[in-house]
């Protein structure tokens, strides 16, 4: 059976230190720390995409993971009616910013944005090691 957490997060800078907090959190109790940097760079430029450009003024974005066999899904869910193009052109090499979602989509095994009734949730996923194979290979 899959084991799932999700929170909520005010629209906040301070917000996105807490969600990569949550993830480090959640993923080291549930033992799958293999690809954990990874992970947290794609909840960061999520987080921060849902707090720059999704959720409204006065509004929330919600983390949740979602651990299934050897799988682990990060979705982070807005409110905003903003549409996302997860397969934008690069950006302008000289702009400050742009890069986050195709950060995110060259270190996750998979990503893609759902619509939902009211916003959307653009989603990753990551294959990991279970932490009986981890244990096997640090023994070598």
Known sequence: MP????RRFPRSRASVRDARAFVR???TGW????RLDDITLCVSELATNALLHGAPPGREYCVSLTLDGS???LAVRDSGDRQLDIDAPE???EACSGRGLRLAREV????????EV???SVWVV???VPPSECAEGAAY
């Open 3 to 6: 084991l799932s957490r999700a």
């Open 25 to 27: 959190q959640v993923l």
């Open 31 to 34: 033992g799958h720390t293999d």
């Open 71 to 73: 799988v682990i899904r």
């Open 91 to 93: 950006a302008d090499p």
């Open 108 to 115: 996750a095994d998979d990503m893609g944005v759902t619509q």
């Open 118 to 120: 009211v916003g959307k």
């Open 126 to 128: 990551l294959k990991t």
